[in-house]
């Protein structure tokens, strides 16, 4: 689809790479032009780059010296952990450095009196919840990768999953950071303590998308396992009906861990995937999960039932173990993937509306794909409103990858549109960069990229993503002229 040209490696990034291999370890340096094809996108296959040189760092120490490194030539770096994230966040530079933190992997033991984990970036997702769960205790935030995903790219994206309506966002759950910044310098962010005084650094850090510094360390937050866990799986003849199921249980002031939906196009992709039985003719399905204490659990559970059958659901069936339940989620999290079963290629987007929208967003997003012959299979998280449509094409077919990516751009506006925002958890990464344009005004962009450059003043870190355009640290929008030019010898600007 969408290629990213490629400039040349230039003399200085050569001569970094020799530098690097002194430094870290040749071994560790690669610059031969197959190896670093396997690092040339993200999860978002979309857009490819390849790098000019990958440094696969094993510690702190190789990293800081990489970007000290990186610093002293000018030359760009990008940080990688599993290369899962959706919106090119971790593409790379051309001409620049790729930082892969998969091999910091080194997971702490667990603070079970304090509820928290010390990990580094490349530790996997689900790897803290393993290790908690003997002492009672979870990591909440659970994105459908997360077998997969790392840490350290979830700090990045700021990562949600199912259970962020209740819980919250990767924001929520990391207490402190240590960060290498763009110069090289390591500093720490927030600590072991719930609070810190002062600006919140580290809530400015997670979800920055690398483009403030690379985190090597990470403090995290635990919650205890609740005493009682209910699913339940709801079948609905139409999306309007499921979607304002979800809107009146919220009403009726319940919180539930999770709820999911599925479209109809979804549901047969999983089943085509993984066989997870859902009510035959539904045209929508809830995955409803509630959490806490036995007594609220179980009454919560009979709202929830009342509410659905009021709004028309034909079937409805509770989890009796903790089997049924892994065969509940299995359908909704093997989802993404299993539209693959169902067409050659699709487009992941992500974006979010106000819950009480969803009916109407739904059936536009219905009409717009109609009006381009394509389809688009529904599955997100419905209980904060962050849909993840997935518009099908076959990419044999003349045309139809442009109509697909201007239609999944199209959905972008309608969020927008609709008082909502271009990426619930996915990041803006490199595709969505000229989205943001219509989301904040120029003034809005001008104070981020304040932001930015008191982190990165050179713009070294992870460059080319969310901001819509290439501007630096300091210029202002508008047209310029020779005579109101800034004298660069008068230092910078911010």
Same mark, same amino acid.
């Given at each position: 689809?969408?290629?990213?040209?490629?400039?040349?490696?230039?003399?200085?990034?050569?001569?970094?790479?020799?530098?690097?291999?002194?430094?870290?370890?040749?071994?560790?340096?690669?610059?031969?032009?197959?190896?670093?094809?396997?690092?040339?996108?993200?999860?978002?296959? #979309?857009?490819?780059?390849?790098?000019?040189?990958?440094?696969?760092?094993? #510690?702190?120490?190789?990293?800081?010296?990489?970007?000290?490194?990186?610093?002293?030539?000018?030359?760009?770096?990008?940080?990688?952990?599993?290369?899962?994230?959706?919106?090119?966040?971790?593409?790379?530079?051309?001409?620049?450095?790729?930082?892969?933190?998969s091999r910091l992997r080194r997971l702490h033991p667990v603070d079970a009196d304090n509820a928290r984990v010390v990990v580094e970036p490349g530790v996997i997702n689900l790897w803290v919840t393993r290790d908690a769960t003997p002492h009672g205790?979870?990591?909440?935030?659970?994105?459908?990768?997360?077998?997969v995903c790392s840490i350290g790219g979830n700090v990045a994206e700021n990562a949600g999953g199912a259970h962020c309506l209740k819980y919250g966002f990767t924001v929520n759950h990391v207490l402190g950071a240590e960060v290498v910044l763009p110069d090289g310098e390591v500093v720490h962010l927030g600590g072991a303590a719930p609070e810190h005084p002062g600006y919140d650094l580290l809530g400015a850090f997670i979800g920055s998308e690398g483009t403030l510094g690379v985190a090597t360390e990470l403090t995290l937050r635990l919650i205890r396992i609740p005493e009682a866990v209910q699913t339940m799986l709801v079948g609905f003849r139409s999306v309007e009906d499921a979607a304002a199921t979800v809107s009146d249980i919220i009403a009726a002031g319940i919180l539930p861990a999770a709820i999911e939906m599925m479209d109809a196009l979804a549901i047969e992709a999983a089943e085509a995937a993984v066989r997870c039985g859902y009510p035959p003719g539904a045209v929508a399905v809830l995955v409803i999960e509630l959490d806490g204490p036995q007594v609220e659990v179980e009454s919560q559970f009979s709202q929830v039932e009342q509410i659905a059958r009021s709004r028309n659901a034909f079937e409805t069936r509770i989890a009796a173990d903790a089997?049924?339940?892994?065969?509940?989620?299995?359908?909704?999290?093997?989802?993404?993937?299993?539209?693959?079963?169902?067409?050659?290629?699709?487009?992941?987007?992500?974006?979010?509306?106000?819950?009480?929208?969803?009916?109407?967003?739904?059936?536009?997003?219905?009409?717009?794909?109609?009006?381009?012959?394509?389809?688009?299979? #529904?599955?997100?998280?419905?209980?904060?409103?962050?849909?993840?449509?997935?518009?099908?094409?076959?990419?044999a077919v003349e045309g139809q990858a442009d109509d697909a990516e201007e239609l999944a751009g199209a959905i972008l506006d309608l969020c927008i549109s609709s008082g909502g925002s271009i990426t619930g958890e996915h990041g803006v990464g490199h595709e969505k960069r000229g989205k943001m344009g219509r989301q904040f005004t120029a003034e809005d962009l001008d104070t981020m990229q304040l932001v930015r450059c008191a982190f990165d003043p050179h713009g070294l870190a992870n460059p080319g993503k969310i901001f819509p355009t290439p501007r630096l640290c300091g210029e202002r929008p508008g047209p310029r002229t020779a005579a109101d030019t800034h004298d660069p010898a008068l230092g910078e600007v911010f």
């Open positions: 689809m969408t290629a990213v040209a490629e400039p040349a490696v230039s003399a200085g990034t050569t001569r970094l790479a020799e530098q690097l291999r002194s430094t870290v370890g040749a071994e560790r340096v690669l610059t031969d032009r197959a190896q670093l094809r396997t690092y040339e996108c993200d999860g978002l296959a #979309n857009f490819k780059v390849t790098p000019a040189v990958v440094v696969l760092a094993e #510690n702190r120490q190789h990293v800081v010296d990489t970007v000290r490194l990186c610093s002293q030539a000018g030359v760009p770096f990008v940080a990688r952990g599993s290369g899962t994230g959706l919106s090119g966040g971790a593409l790379p530079s051309a001409d620049g450095v790729l930082i892969v933190l205790l979870a990591y909440a935030p659970d994105p459908s990768s997360q077998l089997a049924e339940r892994a065969l509940m989620w299995k359908g909704r999290k093997s989802a993404f993937a299993a539209v693959g079963r169902i067409s050659p290629s699709y487009f992941v987007q992500d974006g979010v509306i106000p819950r009480t929208k969803l009916p109407e967003v739904l059936g536009e997003i219905t009409r717009m794909a109609d009006d381009v012959g394509l389809r688009v299979a #529904n599955v997100f998280h419905a209980g904060d409103g962050n849909l993840h449509p997935l518009v099908l094409f076959d990419d």
